[in-house]
């Protein structure tokens, strides 16, 4: 019974295996180079159009505020007896108090995130 041999390839000079690496090396970088350009062009689509949505709901929310306030005002001022400078005060005032609420929440937070 007779073993087979394998022809092996003769070995390459270092130099020429230095030269394959260095274009293998900018080959795969080149090539992660062009994927991380596919993957966050990919991403600023998506992200594009979620930026859009969170702009219209935005939008909607100041509207609606708006409109909120404008009712409380209308209502407080017939309360108080058709003063409408009283429905804007006390509405301006807790709309004032919920903000500054609002700020010193997101500064207690902040300040515990660092």
């Known amino acids: 019974?007779?073993?087979n041999r394998m022809p092996v390839d003769a070995p390459s000079p270092i130099p020429d295996l230095?030269?394959?690496l260095a274009a293998d090396s900018r080959r795969l970088a080149r090539?992660?180079?062009r994927l991380a350009k596919l993957e966050l062009t990919?991403?600023?689509k998506r992200a594009?159009?979620?930026v859009v949505l969170l702009a219209a709901a935005f939008g909607a929310g100041v509207v609606a505020?708006?409109?909120l306030t404008v009712?409380?005002?209308a209502l407080i001022s017939r309360v108080m007896g058709g003063h409408l400078w009283v429905g804007a005060l006390v509405a301006g005032?807790?709309?004032l108090a919920v903000a500054a609420s609002l700020v010193a929440t997101a500064t207690r937070r902040g300040r515990a995130a660092a």
Do not use: P, S
């Open 65 to 67: 505020l708006a409109l």
């Open 48 to 50: 594009g159009g979620g």
């Open 1 to 3: 019974m007779t073993a």
């Open 18 to 20: 230095v030269q394959r």
């Open 42 to 44: 990919e991403n600023m």
């Open 93 to 95: 005032v807790v709309e």
């Open 71 to 73: 009712f409380a005002i």
């Open 31 to 33: 090539d992660e180079a």
